[in-house]
């Protein structure tokens, strides 16, 4: 669920995505909570801090719904933050526990 009224109160935080990915400073997607509190995030996707912690570790738990709307906050495309998410699978791939 998300805020209704979040693009209208949208941090400004936000702004500075874009051009820190053109730079090549951002290049998976946990980078852009360096510059986003990831609380900023999680409250204008409707989740609880806790939960999208757990996701940020193992991203490929996103929807795509999801990943597309932080791809909006942040005013890139939709293939940049499937980009950027994919990057940060590709990282984080080996440390994933297989599910038996």
């Known amino acids: 669920m998300v805020k209704k ?3 209208v109160n949208r941090d ?3 702004d500075t ?8 400073k951002i290049k998976s997607f946990n980078d852009i909570f360096k510059y986003v509190p990831k609380t900023i995030v999680s409250n204008d996707l ?3 801090v806790d ?7 193992r991203v ?7 990943l597309f709307l932080i791809a909006k906050f942040c ?7 499937f980009s950027l ?3 940060e699978y590709k990282k984080n791939k080996s440390k994933i526990k297989k599910v038996t």
Do not use: P, S, V, W
């Open 5 to 7: 009224d979040t693009m």
């Open 12 to 14: 400004t935080r936000y």
């Open 17 to 24: 995505i874009k051009h820190l990915i053109t730079e090549g």
């Open 46 to 48: 409707g989740k609880k």
């Open 51 to 57: 939960r999208f912690t757990e996701l940020m570790n």
């Open 60 to 66: 490929d738990g996103f929807t795509l719904a999801e």
């Open 75 to 81: 005013e890139i495309n939709e293939t940049q933050i």
């Open 85 to 87: 998410a994919l990057n």
